[in-house]
């Protein structure tokens, strides 16, 4: 089932200011925070990367997989969603927390 661009939109109004953006991946998305990868947003629901913030942050918090073969995440309780600057604060503490994206290597011209 694909998640609704509504849904998105939603997800992305309450974490601006942040420097957030969300990229459309077989009828799911991937949200990117400073350019790196904090989340997906899988079936309307928002799944956060495990790392050791998000892990404090959502003690007791169910994990399950995005999508079928993923590594399980973290998923964020729909009433979260709507905590604006609890969100806010736990994405630009994940995004601080990992590392820097890898740069691509530049594809040569035939």
Do not use: N
């Amino acid at each position: 089932m694909a998640t609704d661009k509504e849904t998105v939109a939603y997800i992305l109004d309450q974490l601006a200011p942040l420097p957030v953006r969300a990229r459309a991946m077989f009828g799911e998305y991937c949200l990117y925070c400073d350019e790196k990868v904090v989340a997906l947003i899988c079936d309307d629901t928002l799944f956060l990367k495990p790392t050791p913030v998000a892990s404090a942050a959502l003690q007791g918090a169910a994990l399950a997989p995005p999508y079928p073969g993923a590594k399980d995440h973290y998923v964020v309780p729909g009433d979260r969603l709507e905590e604006r600057e609890w969100l806010q604060e736990l994405v630009a503490r994940m995004a601080e927390a990992l590392p820097p994206p890898r740069k691509r290597p530049r594809k040569r011209s035939a």
